[in-house]
Protein backbone atom coordinates (compact mmCIF):
# COMPACT_ATOMS: atom_id res chain seq x y z
CA UNK A 1 0.00 0.00 0.00
CA UNK A 2 1.49 3.35 -0.60
CA UNK A 3 1.15 6.68 0.58
CA UNK A 4 -1.91 7.57 -1.40
CA UNK A 5 -3.86 4.77 -0.56
CA UNK A 6 -2.99 5.70 3.16
CA UNK A 7 -4.35 8.99 2.76
CA UNK A 8 -7.49 7.65 1.14
CA UNK A 9 -7.75 5.23 4.45
CA UNK A 10 -6.94 7.96 6.73
CA UNK A 11 -9.75 10.38 5.07
CA UNK A 12 -12.29 7.78 4.54
CA UNK A 13 -11.35 6.98 8.73
CA UNK A 14 -11.89 10.49 9.42
CA UNK A 15 -15.13 10.87 7.56
CA UNK A 16 -16.99 7.53 9.09
CA UNK A 17 -15.66 9.14 12.69
CA UNK A 18 -16.67 12.78 11.59
CA UNK A 19 -20.40 11.62 9.95
CA UNK A 20 -20.88 9.54 13.44
CA UNK A 21 -20.24 12.56 15.39
CA UNK A 22 -22.71 14.33 13.81
CA UNK A 23 -24.91 12.04 14.24
CA UNK A 24 -24.41 11.45 17.76
CA UNK A 25 -24.41 14.84 18.34
CA UNK A 26 -27.87 15.11 16.36
CA UNK A 27 -29.61 12.44 18.78
CA UNK A 28 -27.65 14.31 22.00
CA UNK A 29 -29.27 17.18 20.71
CA UNK A 30 -32.65 15.76 19.96
CA UNK A 31 -32.63 13.62 23.41
CA UNK A 32 -31.87 16.83 25.13
CA UNK A 33 -34.74 18.77 23.72
CA UNK A 34 -36.85 16.00 24.42
CA UNK A 35 -36.02 15.73 28.18
CA UNK A 36 -36.04 19.70 28.77
CA UNK A 37 -39.79 19.66 27.03
CA UNK A 38 -40.87 16.18 29.12
CA UNK A 39 -39.76 18.06 32.39
CA UNK A 40 -41.18 21.58 31.09
CA UNK A 41 -44.72 19.84 30.42
CA UNK A 42 -44.59 17.89 33.90
CA UNK A 43 -43.80 20.94 35.44
CA UNK A 44 -46.26 23.27 33.53
CA UNK A 45 -48.86 20.40 34.42
CA UNK A 46 -48.23 20.44 38.33
CA UNK A 47 -48.35 24.33 37.99
CA UNK A 48 -51.87 24.50 36.51
CA UNK A 49 -53.41 21.91 38.72
CA UNK A 50 -51.46 24.14 41.75
CA UNK A 51 -53.13 27.05 40.13
CA UNK A 52 -56.79 24.80 39.45
CA UNK A 53 -56.79 23.94 43.47
CA UNK A 54 -56.11 27.50 44.97
CA UNK A 55 -58.57 28.90 42.28
CA UNK A 56 -61.17 26.29 43.58
CA UNK A 57 -60.16 26.80 46.95
CA UNK A 58 -61.10 30.38 47.04
CA UNK A 59 -63.93 30.39 44.34
CA UNK A 60 -65.21 27.73 47.27
CA UNK A 61 -64.28 30.28 49.75
CA UNK A 62 -66.07 33.52 47.81
CA UNK A 63 -69.20 31.31 47.06
CA UNK A 64 -69.26 30.64 50.95
CA UNK A 65 -68.78 34.53 52.08
CA UNK A 66 -71.56 35.78 49.02
CA UNK A 67 -73.93 33.24 50.60
CA UNK A 68 -73.14 34.83 54.12
CA UNK A 69 -73.64 38.65 53.18
CA UNK A 70 -77.01 37.17 51.50
CA UNK A 71 -78.26 35.29 54.82
CA UNK A 72 -76.69 38.85 57.25
CA UNK A 73 -78.25 40.80 54.80
CA UNK A 74 -81.96 38.99 55.00
CA UNK A 75 -81.85 38.62 58.75
CA UNK A 76 -80.34 42.68 58.75
CA UNK A 77 -83.64 43.44 56.64
CA UNK A 78 -86.24 41.05 58.64
CA UNK A 79 -84.81 42.58 61.73
CA UNK A 80 -85.32 46.13 60.32
CA UNK A 81 -88.94 45.43 59.00
CA UNK A 82 -89.70 44.15 62.63
CA UNK A 83 -88.13 47.06 64.81
CA UNK A 84 -90.04 49.63 61.79
CA UNK A 85 -93.26 48.24 62.75
CA UNK A 86 -92.30 48.06 66.49
CA UNK A 87 -91.25 51.41 67.00
CA UNK A 88 -94.09 52.67 65.33
CA UNK A 89 -96.70 51.17 67.76
CA UNK A 90 -95.04 51.76 70.92
CA UNK A 91 -94.83 55.46 69.71
CA UNK A 92 -98.58 54.91 69.71
CA UNK A 93 -98.63 53.40 72.94
CA UNK A 94 -95.99 56.10 74.76
CA UNK A 95 -98.56 58.90 73.27
CA UNK A 96 -101.61 57.23 74.76
CA UNK A 97 -99.87 57.43 77.96
CA UNK A 98 -98.82 60.85 77.44
CA UNK A 99 -102.21 62.23 76.68
CA UNK A 100 -103.40 60.10 79.75
CA UNK A 101 -101.39 61.87 82.04
CA UNK A 102 -102.15 65.20 80.68
CA UNK A 103 -105.65 64.64 80.83
CA UNK A 104 -104.57 64.06 84.59
CA UNK A 105 -102.80 67.08 85.20
CA UNK A 106 -105.62 69.08 83.49
CA UNK A 107 -108.07 67.58 86.20
CA UNK A 108 -106.86 65.53 89.13
CA UNK A 109 -109.54 63.12 90.30
CA UNK A 110 -109.74 60.00 91.93
CA UNK A 111 -111.24 58.85 88.99
CA UNK A 112 -108.86 58.58 86.72
CA UNK A 113 -105.96 57.39 88.45
CA UNK A 114 -106.75 53.58 87.95
CA UNK A 115 -107.21 53.83 84.23
CA UNK A 116 -103.43 55.93 84.08
CA UNK A 117 -102.00 53.23 86.32
CA UNK A 118 -103.11 50.49 84.28
CA UNK A 119 -102.08 52.33 80.86
CA UNK A 120 -98.36 52.56 82.76
CA UNK A 121 -98.21 48.70 83.27
CA UNK A 122 -99.40 48.14 79.99
CA UNK A 123 -96.63 50.37 78.52
CA UNK A 124 -93.65 49.21 80.46
CA UNK A 125 -95.07 45.38 79.43
CA UNK A 126 -95.12 46.29 75.71
CA UNK A 127 -91.38 47.68 76.41
CA UNK A 128 -90.06 44.62 77.94
CA UNK A 129 -91.75 41.86 75.91
CA UNK A 130 -89.51 43.83 72.63
CA UNK A 131 -86.09 44.35 74.94
CA UNK A 132 -84.87 42.52 71.68
CA UNK A 133 -85.79 44.47 69.04
CA UNK A 134 -84.96 47.76 70.94
CA UNK A 135 -81.62 49.47 70.99
CA UNK A 136 -79.84 49.42 74.46
CA UNK A 137 -80.05 53.28 74.16
CA UNK A 138 -83.63 53.44 73.70
CA UNK A 139 -84.34 51.09 76.20
CA UNK A 140 -83.05 53.55 78.64
CA UNK A 141 -84.88 56.39 77.72
CA UNK A 142 -88.17 54.20 77.36
CA UNK A 143 -87.31 52.98 81.39
CA UNK A 144 -86.60 56.65 82.08
CA UNK A 145 -89.90 57.87 80.97
CA UNK A 146 -92.45 55.76 82.57
CA UNK A 147 -90.29 56.05 85.94
CA UNK A 148 -91.62 60.08 85.33
CA UNK A 149 -94.87 58.75 84.60
CA UNK A 150 -95.03 56.93 87.80
CA UNK A 151 -93.75 59.21 89.59
CA UNK A 152 -96.30 61.76 88.00
CA UNK A 153 -99.38 59.07 88.88
CA UNK A 154 -97.77 59.76 92.67
CA UNK A 155 -97.71 63.72 92.56
CA UNK A 156 -101.28 63.49 91.66
CA UNK A 157 -102.39 60.82 94.07
CA UNK A 158 -101.00 62.94 96.30
CA UNK A 159 -102.63 65.90 95.28
CA UNK A 160 -106.03 64.73 95.35
CA UNK A 161 -104.83 63.18 99.00
CA UNK A 162 -103.92 66.51 100.28
CA UNK A 163 -107.43 67.76 98.74
CA UNK A 164 -109.74 65.40 100.20
CA UNK A 165 -108.13 65.41 103.69
CA UNK A 166 -108.32 69.08 103.71
CA UNK A 167 -112.52 68.44 102.44
CA UNK A 168 -113.21 65.54 105.30
CA UNK A 169 -111.48 67.57 108.16
CA UNK A 170 -113.12 70.76 107.16
CA UNK A 171 -109.62 72.67 107.39
CA UNK A 172 -107.51 73.88 105.40
CA UNK A 173 -104.36 72.33 104.37
CA UNK A 174 -101.33 74.63 103.88
CA UNK A 175 -101.71 76.34 100.79
CA UNK A 176 -98.29 76.14 100.87
CA UNK A 177 -98.06 72.34 100.41
CA UNK A 178 -100.55 72.55 98.13
CA UNK A 179 -98.64 74.23 95.96
CA UNK A 180 -95.51 72.58 96.48
CA UNK A 181 -97.06 69.39 95.57
CA UNK A 182 -98.71 71.20 92.07
CA UNK A 183 -94.96 72.26 91.43
CA UNK A 184 -93.49 69.28 91.50
CA UNK A 185 -95.87 67.87 89.26
CA UNK A 186 -95.27 70.30 86.77
CA UNK A 187 -91.87 69.75 86.57
CA UNK A 188 -92.37 65.72 86.43
CA UNK A 189 -94.48 66.58 83.58
CA UNK A 190 -91.63 69.13 81.97
CA UNK A 191 -89.48 66.20 82.24
CA UNK A 192 -91.97 63.90 80.21
CA UNK A 193 -93.06 66.07 77.60
CA UNK A 194 -89.13 66.25 77.44
CA UNK A 195 -88.40 62.50 77.05
CA UNK A 196 -91.42 61.97 74.68
CA UNK A 197 -89.71 64.36 72.11
CA UNK A 198 -86.47 62.89 73.15
CA UNK A 199 -87.71 59.58 72.14
CA UNK A 200 -89.56 60.81 69.07
CA UNK A 201 -86.33 62.10 67.63
CA UNK A 202 -84.17 59.04 68.46
CA UNK A 203 -87.10 56.76 66.82
CA UNK A 204 -87.38 59.12 63.92
CA UNK A 205 -83.39 58.50 63.36
CA UNK A 206 -83.26 55.04 63.89
CA UNK A 207 -86.16 53.83 61.49
CA UNK A 208 -84.43 56.21 58.98
CA UNK A 209 -81.08 54.35 59.36
Known sequence: MDFNEYLK???ATLTAVGGASVVILALSKWFGD???KRMLDKYNNKHSKDLEGIKSKYQAELEKTKADLEKAKSQFLRYSEKQFDLYNDLW?????TKNQADELWESAIPEKIPSFSEQ????RKAINDN???IEAEHYEKLIDLINQFEQFQF???KLIDIRQQSMELEQNISLEQ????I???RRTKDKYDNFILEIGQSFRDQIKG
Do not use: A, D, E
Request: glycine share 8%; proline share 0%.
Open 131 to 133: LLL
Open 9 to 11: LFG
Open 34 to 36: FLS
Open 120 to 123: IRLT
Open 155 to 157: GKI
Open 178 to 181: TQNT
Open 92 to 96: KILLY
Open 183 to 185: RQN
